[in-house]
């Protein structure tokens, strides 16, 4: 499947730029493959740059406020600089790299709510710089990720939302300014006890770090507080464990120590 967005730089005659990506499906730590095509238009230029960006919609919160942002998070630099003649075409094939923290956009083939990624492209001609529009992009969870996912559906929780919050996961090892919470509702077996399970996912190369949040009530994700849930996935023994009971035992553990009961 391929998605094409067609940007006019700088303005009427300029050049024109088309991003072509071979596959918009792509996992934490995996890569895209694709190419720009830059056409020149009705004058020659100097084109400093083409680049490429990962960006996210992030959640902001500042003093009482919160809003929400575009935000890159990663970002490949294509090209130096060239001459573009009139009409000229120039092909720039690419291979980006997919950070292993990357947020998840789909789920069983569904569109996780609140999601946004895409892909934009970026060139600079005389100092002005103009982006794409952004190319849609899929990111699949990792098998270790569907492996609590899986966990937790068969436990009776339902997909409520998800979405990606700026700020930092404390006691964990996090190189994005930003992270996702994939929000659940509880089923009738929990619901005394909890209102809301928020889960969130930083991948390594080595391992999966997996985040449960029950019942938030603020301040989990600053120093002083412990996530009850944190704990490490290794790739290679994830088909091992019984996760179903795993998370069934922590979730009842943590309930009955902030004492409720179900």
């Known amino acids: ?60 919160e500042s003093g009482d406020s919160e809003y929400n942002t575009n935000q890159e998070f990663h970002r490949q630099r294509l090209t130096g600089s060239f001459r573009l003649d009139p009409g000229a075409r120039y092909d720039v094939p690419f291979r980006f790299d ?42 699949h969870p990792l098998p270790a990720q569907e492996r609590i996912l899986d966990a937790l559906l068969r436990l009776g929780f339902r997909f409520s939302k998800a979405d990606v919050e700026r700020g930092r996961v404390y006691g964990v090892q996090q190189h994005l300014p930003f992270y996702q919470e994939i929000e659940f509702y509880p089923p009738s077996a929990y619901a005394s006890g909890i209102n809301q399970l928020e889960l969130t996912f930083l991948a390594t190369p080595q391992h999966l770090q997996v985040i449960l949040e029950i019942d938030k009530r603020g301040g989990l994700f600053t120093e002083g507080h412990d996530a009850f849930g944190r704990f490490d996935v290794d790739y290679a023994t994830v088909d091992q464990v019984d996760w179903t009971g795993q998370l069934d035992n922590w979730l009842r553990q943590s309930a009955q120590r902030r004492g409720l009961f179900f």
């Open 1 to 60: 499947m391929v998605f094409k967005k067609l940007m006019q730089a700088m303005g009427v005659g300029g050049p024109s730029v088309e991003t072509v990506l071979a596959n918009p499906n792509c996992r934490p730590g995996g890569f895209l493959e694709g190419q720009v095509h830059v056409v020149g238009g009705d004058h020659a230029v100097d084109v400093e740059y083409v680049a490429i960006g990962l960006m996210t919609r992030v959640e902001v």
């Open 98 to 139: 997919v950070p292993w923290e990357t947020p998840i956009t789909e789920v069983y083939g569904q569109r996780l709510h609140g999601m946004t990624m895409g892909l934009a492209t970026e060139l600079e001609v005389a100092r002005a710089v103009d982006k794409s529009d952004l190319d849609a992009v899929m990111v």
